[in-house]
């Protein structure tokens, strides 16, 4: 068996800058009153030696393990299938990994998971939670507040519980819903159908609310709930049809649902745009530039949403945030949607 070189020390660092011990830790674990050529000769002795820091030592000086658990209360499925949760993890991602600080993915299948993040979280395991695609009937704001763990949500709560010091990060879905049935009223559409996404998430709420703002006398039968997934999307749209075949236009909750109305649509003869105007939500350009249109959607910034709210988390973990330039931690971020015109309406 090979023998591994022992792990370079801070006795060893110290030894190489000429420095004490006490001085090294201060530098390696970014604490104050260290001059600036000390703190040079200590950062060169690391590079050549190859220091790597003990976290879990450090841990114990710092108190911050430099980890964030993002938490997704979807079942495995669902994530790795949604190219919005990509999107949005790797904005995460690109945050947590300029600030030197670890991506902990925890996924909900079902309630006993529920238990087991709260327990996790609760362990003092990672210094924060980033939680998205909640639903309002979900036990995790309880579990995470019972923890408390600094936490920044994805998307507007929808709990009824207290919200004092909720910060959370979305978009305007209401507003962009607007812009989206606008557009159709334009091309002259007046029988705009509506799919909307899981009304247990406020996403979906939003966007609905959004249509009914512009559609105030709609028809009830042209709304019909899916669930945010292509196959809720051609269920969907088979319902619409049956129940309103002479339907001219439809409004689908996000892309990958206009995804599937689009295939329903096609088999069933009508020509898009010609026919039958479609306007997705997302823009998620694996889907929105793919479908047979390619699909006019409301464009929302996912990957920017992640990122944001990485940030958001950090600053209110930084107790130097001031000192370094960053500024006092925001509230909660409402970002713009843009509606973008392509071939289906």
């Not at 996000?254 to 026919?275: F, H, I, K, Q």
């Not at 409301?298 to 940030?311: F, K, N, P």
Request: negative net charge.
């Amino acid at each position: 068996m090979t023998e591994t070189a022992p792990r370079p020390t801070l006795e060893a660092v110290a030894a190489r800058a000429g420095v004490s011990r006490a001085t090294v830790s201060r530098v390696v674990n970014g604490g104050d009153g260290v001059r600036e050529p000390l703190v040079a000769r200590v950062r060169k002795a690391v590079e050549e030696l190859g220091y790597v820091p003990n976290q879990a030592a450090r841990s114990l000086v710092t108190r911050r393990h430099d980890a964030v658990a993002v938490v997704v209360a979807e079942p495995e499925t669902r994530v790795f299938a949604d190219p919005f949760f990509a999107l949005q993890l790797r904005g995460i991602s690109k945050e947590l990994t300029a600030h030197d600080n670890q991506l902990v993915l925890l996924l909900t299948e079902g309630r006993d998971d529920h238990a087991r993040v709260g327990r996790y979280l609760a362990g003092g395991h990672v210094d924060g939670a980033l939680v998205f695609s909640l639903h309002l009937d979900d036990p995790l704001p309880e579990l995470i507040q019972r923890a408390g763990v600094p936490t920044v949500f994805g998307g507007r709560p929808g709990w009824s519980g207290d919200r004092r010091g909720v910060v959370y990060v979305d978009s305007d879905n209401r507003g962009g819903a607007r812009d989206a049935v606008r557009h159709l009223v334009g091309l002259g559409r007046s029988r705009i159908a509506h799919i909307a996404g899981a009304l247990d998430q406020t996403s979906a709420v939003d966007r609905l609310d959004g249509y009914r703002d512009v559609m105030v006398d709609a028809d009830p039968r042209l709304i019909v709930e899916g669930d945010f997934t292509p196959a809720g999307g051609e269920r969907a749209m088979r319902e619409l049809l049956a129940r309103c075949p002479d339907l001219d236009a439809v409004f689908a909750g996000n892309d990958l649902t206009a995804s599937g109305a689009l295939r329903v649509l096609r088999e069933s003869g009508r020509r898009v745009p010609e026919d039958v105007a479609v306007v997705g939500f997302d823009d998620m350009l694996p889907v929105a530039e793919q479908t047979d249109p390619p699909l006019t959607t409301v464009r929302q910034d996912i990957e920017e949403m992640g990122r944001l709210m990485a940030l958001l988390l950090l600053r209110g973990l930084d107790r130097h945030a001031a000192q370094q330039g960053i500024g006092p931690a925001p509230s909660s971020v409402v970002l713009p949607t843009t509606l973008v015109r392509r071939a289906s309406a």
